[in-house]
T-cell receptor, first 111, second 115 residues
Framework: QKEVEQDPGPLSVPEGAIVSLNCTYS??????FMWYRQYSRKGPELLMY????GNKEDGRFTAQVDKSSKYISLFIRDSQPSDSATYLC???????????FGTGTKLQVIP | SQTIHQWPATLVQPVGSPLSLECTVE??????LYWYRQAAGRGLQLLFY??????ISSEVPQNLSASRPQDRQFILSSKKLLLSDSGFYLC??????????????FGEGSRLTVL
């Protein structure tokens, strides 16, 4: 079993839709949870960061962490064509432990 | 703000040829530096990390090596490339304040195709 599982997609939605991206994990030591956005042929950029369980909102983006279920989500409201990218979840146990990444979900928002 | 420069951006190399990818960081001092590889359909795989000049830790056994000759310079090398070395190579350092949490800042990457 992989430490982090992420549906690779691709996920295709119409402009304005609400998008839900998810990851599951098996390592209960993970405490820091991140979402990265990666445009084609570019390096990933940090989009959201959450510590432990709970929600975090930033504009149209909301990150949720449910440590009891080992499940994290990223919601994108009012999706835009510019949101078309691959979204990578990532997590670490902190304390300078290495970061483990999901394989990424490719999202396409159709105008 | 920090910036990571990687070059070359793209290269095509024959099997058995040598490799040198370079990463330089600006806007931060004494950073931890990382080399990741992203292969098609796979997640980011940590290859090497360095906490300082001359200090390299390898995460995965392979025919690649890394060196850190200067504080803000990180080099990935190979003496003889394999087909399986093809991929997108990314250099990274911690986001400001992200040293212990895992928040990373990435460069633009070097895309390597081995034929």
């Amino acid at each position: 079993q992989k430490e982090v599982e992420q549906d690779p997609g691709p996920l295709s939605v119409p402009e304005g839709a609400i998008v839900s991206l998810n990851c599951t994990y098996s390592n209960s030591a993970f405490q820091y949870f991140m979402w990265y956005r990666q445009y084609s042929r570019k390096g990933p950029e940090l989009l959201m960061y959450t510590y432990s369980s709970g929600n975090k909102e930033d504009g149209r983006f909301t990150a949720q962490v449910d440590k009891s279920s080992k499940y994290i989500s990223l919601f994108i409201r009012d999706s835009q064509p510019s949101d078309s990218a691959t979204y990578l979840c990532a997590m670490s146990a902190g304390g300078y432990q290495k970061v483990t990444f999901g394989t990424g979900t490719k999202l396409q928002v159709i105008p | 703000s920090q910036t990571i420069h990687q070059w070359p951006a793209t290269l095509v190399q024959p099997v058995g040829s040598p490799l040198s990818l370079e990463c330089t960081v600006e806007g931060t001092s004494n950073p931890n530096l990382y080399w990741y590889r992203q292969a098609a359909g796979r997640g980011l795989q940590l290859l090497f990390y360095s906490v300082g000049i001359g200090q390299i830790s390898s995460e995965v056994p392979q025919n690649l090596s890394a060196s850190r000759p200067q504080d803000r310079q990180f080099i990935l090398s190979s003496k003889k490339l394999l087909l399986s070395d093809s991929g997108f190579y990314l250099c990274a350092c911690p986001e400001r304040g992200g040293l212990s949490t895992g928040e990373l800042f990435f460069g633009e990457g070097s895309r390597l195709t081995v034929l």
